[in-house]
């Protein structure tokens, strides 16, 4: 998450042709990339969030303030731009 999911997270926003406000990581895990960007974008890490759909126990995920549990359908926001990083069950066979 501090490393190859950082430049993914750059890529999307690179990429992206309208002005982001808020960017979703799906599928977060332990929210690791949250705290990544909280590490090193610190006045920006408001912007971005993370769902995940089955999270580990509080004590192993991160504490960072969008963080959210349960599915994207289901948290009611809308997103300019995101990534799903190596998440394989979200493939079909």
């Known amino acids: 998450s501090f490393g190859s999911s950082l430049a993914r997270l750059g890529e999307a926003l690179l990429y992206c042709s309208i002005p982001v406000q ?9 929210g690791f990339l949250l705290d990544a960007v909280q590490r090193y974008l610190p006045k920006n890490s408001h912007c971005f969030y993370g769902v995940e759909k089955f999270p580990p126990e ?9 963080y959210m549990c349960g599915d994207l359908a289901d948290i009611g926001m809308t997103f300019e731009c995101g990534i ?3 998440v394989i ?4 066979p």
């Open 22 to 30: 808020r960017f979703i990581d799906i599928g977060t895990g332990p």
């Open 89 to 92: 069950e979200h493939l079909t």
């Open 84 to 86: 799903c990083v190596e």
């Open 58 to 66: 509080p004590a192993y995920r991160s504490s960072h303030a969008n």
